[in-house]
């Protein structure tokens, strides 16, 4: 995993803790992506992809700091080849 992945992740992590307006479910979702990339063990990459690139899509106009993480995580697991 690259550091700029990394350093992505922990702003995941910061905006989840600084964020709780969001819905128990939405964080879980949330919570199971950063762990799947982190392991980046999952035997359908594009589906993590998606899940990230439609995730940043619900939070666009609640949470855009949340929601621009996302989008960083996705170009940089689009950049590492997932």
Known sequence: ???ELKDQLGQLHQELADNPKIDAESAEMLRKIAADI???ELTDHGELTE???RLA???EQDHPTLSEVLRQIV???GRIGV
């Open 1 to 3: 995993m690259t550091d």
């Open 38 to 40: 982190e392991l980046m």
């Open 51 to 53: 899940g990230v690139q």
């Open 57 to 59: 899509l619900d939070f």
């Open 75 to 77: 170009e940089t697991l």
